[in-house]
């Protein structure tokens, strides 16, 4: 059953059939869920929307988990993020000019916590986001970055369905 929220229309090709969860995990764990979503909230504190938003899109497209990447990209839009930021949020090495040094720090710290099988986070890519935030807002950080790559493993693992999420929305 195709449930698009764009669906093509009359006589255009049509989109291929959405995929269904394999399995509703915040319905059967819901003190985890809600547990999850604590998290998050604490981890967000102090830092700029913006930027948590881009970071847990970059999160998300590393960890190829669909829903985040809907949800996030649609919560960075709703906080006044552009379309061109995000969509040049995949490439971001080749597109430095698109942000700030603060947010390129974020986001190569996101690479490094998300991509652990490269090994350690370096010192010199610690380092520069350190130079960017002060010890709490860099604790903040590195708190939202691994929350989100723990949302990514429940959404990819469950294989959840994205296309759905409205901003403001909980997860």
């Known amino acids: 059953m195709t449930t698009q929220t764009d669906a093509p229309a009359a006589g255009t090709a ?19 869920y809600k547990a999850m979503i604590r998290l998050d909230t604490a981890a967000k504190q102090g830092l ?6 881009l970071v847990k899109i970059r999160a998300s497209q590393i960890n190829h988990c669909a829903l985040c990447i809907d949800m996030h990209s649609k919560d960075a839009l709703a906080a006044g993020e552009s379309v ?3 969509v040049q949020l995949s490439a971001w090495e080749e597109s430095r000019h698109f942000y700030t040094g603060k947010e390129l720090a974020a986001l190569e710290l996101t ?6 099988t490269d ?16 010890e709490t807002e860099l604790a903040q ?11 990514n493993r429940f959404g990819v693992t469950c294989r959840m369905t994205p ?5 403001g929305q909980h997860k």
């Open 48 to 53: 700029d929307l913006k930027l948590y938003e």
């Open 111 to 116: 690479e490094a916590v998300t991509v652990l």
């Open 119 to 134: 090994g350690f986070v370096p010192d010199e890519v610690y380092e520069r986001a350190a130079a960017h935030f002060e």
């Open 163 to 167: 296309g759905h999420y409205q901003p």
């Open 84 to 86: 061109e930021r995000i």
């Open 14 to 32: 049509e989109y291929a059939p959405e995929i269904a969860p394999r399995l509703p995990w915040a319905q059967l764990v819901p003190d985890v």
């Open 141 to 151: 950080l590195i708190a939202a970055i691994t929350v989100i790559n723990a949302w």
